[in-house]
């Protein structure tokens, strides 16, 4: 049982657990309509509940929560839906940053203030699946404020949405795509080649690059180590590998294990000779 303490809107209100002075959000179908303050109330299974007890990069959750619109809520609720549908076990403490950050994006839209993402097309591939998710935000956005949002923005809400399945916050998963964008420039630098974006091999060379930094900066190495028969195999490829990953160890402060050089030049010689096909 909960005590209305504030109605937001029709779908969604402040609510005070029983017996207790801590406050929840409570958001679900027709969970504030016609309730009144002080009012107590049951919770449905189909409501989702949101502790207001801890605090975010913006402060007070509280006062986070009764500063951003309600319909915000309300669409950061259905994207993590969709996302619980799509990853099974997510961390919804997203959904304040979440709503918070649409809301703004909202507002640019509105202004004509379109904030640019150089990584979008990085993001689309290296978080594809929580991509899929953000996508659904044009459409809950499109139908409620007939507003089209940019797949820039689309890209910054993915990056909310792998923060919910990830033990990483938005910063870390930003960085992660920095140092991939970073890795994968100097690959192309170094083959002088520019890469399709859309294409297998470079899907497979990003998703290797966001893995062997993943490792270097959890410390893990690889057990196999491939150098002396790469070097020996693609010995261009070879070279231009070490050299990228001593560029990405002055970026990410870290010692790079020198096993991965292997097999980045792997994956530099299948796009060598991709091209060559």
Known sequence: MYRVEKVLNHN???????????????????????????????????????????????????????SIDPLYLEISNELLDGAEETFQTIDRDVMLPLADHIEYAVKRSRNNEQLTNPLTDDIRVLFHSEFKVAEKAKGLIAEKLGIQLTDDEIGYIALHIHSSIMDQAVSQAMQMAEAVRQCASLVEAETRKKFDTQSLSYNRLLNHIRYMIARTLKGEVIKLDMNDYINATAANSFQMATK?????????????????????????????LDEMN
């Open 12 to 66: 969604a209100l402040i609510g005070i657990l029983e017996n207790t002075t801590q406050e929840f959000l409570i958001m679900g179908k027709g969970i504030g309509f016609g309730k009144h303050v002080s009012e107590t109330i049951d919770v449905d299974t189909d409501c989702m509940i949101y502790s207001l007890k801890e605090s975010t990069e913006r402060g007070d959750k509280r006062d986070l929560v009764t």
């Open 244 to 272: 990228i990953c001593g560029e990405l160890e002055k970026s990410l402060d870290k010692k790079i294990d020198s096993a991965e050089i292997g097999y980045l030049a792997m994956h530099i010689e299948r796009i060598a």
